[in-house]
């Protein structure tokens, strides 16, 4: 029983070796022949074939890319010029279209690529005319907003400027009637304690001359003195003024200030004489 096990055993062990060696053999194959770039390549191409059919454009180009890096091939820049195309780059696509064309003048699609490269040529030449229409009108815009707002800026500074000068004209015109107010306001002179006194300061000599003077009748040329004249050294003298005493005005100045302070010096008499006696007003005479 004992050797029937033995034997068991050791078929089993034979069974195991044998099965490693099977299975080990093509992973001994694939190290002792390494794949070859072209290999390498195709595989990338499969692979960015099924992206492309996946609609994953760029992870497409970049497998394409790889593969004509490994194995240069025409068809892998007729397939990156389709992604990019389906990418909407292009400029991107008309390039590797162009490529193509260069690096296989005698492709058996030729035509259909150059109608592609015309298509995209006039799409990217309305593109850029419609880009630059459009960087145009936004400059335009932009120059008509900041003329508006010059012309905004200009006219706030033109209504303050405005306000300014009418609230300088009304602090003008308010000065001046607070001036002439003051100029017609009555003088307070302080009282004296005497009221014939208090009454003769309260009085208003030049207001008196200019009534007086009013009341005189003014001389006629023809009633009025001829000027004297006389020679000095052979030219003709000019006309003398009159002194200030030859004028009558001054007369009537020194008549009313005698009047005044006639008055004055009796009222003060009478009043320190007898006080039952009511002052009587004064009275200018001429």
Avoid: C
Avoid at 40 to 60: M, N, P, Q, V, W
Avoid at 150 to 163: D, F, I, P, Q, V
Avoid at 236 to 265: N, R, T
Wanted: proline share 5%; net charge positive.
């Amino acid at each position: 029983m004992t050797t029937w096990q033995n034997r068991s055993s050791i078929r089993l062990l034979i069974a195991w070796f044998a099965a490693l060696i099977v299975l080990a053999a093509p992973l001994a194959a694939s190290v002792a022949q390494p794949q070859t770039p072209r290999e390498r390549a195709r595989e990338h191409y499969i692979k960015g074939k099924e992206l492309f059919s996946a609609g994953d454009y760029r992870d497409a180009i970049r497998e394409f890319a790889e593969a004509d890096r490994l194995s240069p091939s025409p068809l892998l820049d007729f397939n990156i010029g389709l992604a990019y195309e389906q990418l909407g780059q292009r400029e991107q696509a008309l390039q590797h279209y162009r490529s193509y064309l260069q690096r296989l003048p005698s492709a058996r699609n030729r035509d259909t690529v150059a109608a592609k490269i015309t298509l995209l040529e006039t799409e990217l030449s309305r593109e850029t005319r419609r880009a630059e229409e459009e960087r145009l009108a936004e400059q335009a815009r932009r120059a008509e907003e900041a003329k508006r707002a010059e012309e905004a800026r200009r006219a706030e500074e033109a209504r303050r400027a405005e306000e300014a000068r009418r609230a300088e004209e009304a602090r003008r015109a308010d000065d001046a009637r607070r001036a002439q107010e003051l100029r017609r306001a009555p003088v307070q002179q302080p009282s004296t304690g005497d009221p014939q006194l208090d009454r003769a300061a309260s009085i208003d000599v030049a207001a008196v001359r200019d009534q007086r003077a009013a009341r005189i009748p003014r001389r006629s040329s023809a009633q009025q003195p001829a000027a004297t004249t006389h020679e000095n050294f052979g030219d003709q003298g000019k006309k003398q003024s009159k002194p200030a005493y030859k004028q009558w005005w001054f007369w009537a100045v020194v008549g009313v200030s005698a009047i005044i302070i006639i008055d004055i010096s009796s009222s003060g008499s009478n009043a320190a004489s007898s006080t039952s006696n009511s002052a009587s007003p004064i009275l200018f005479r001429f």
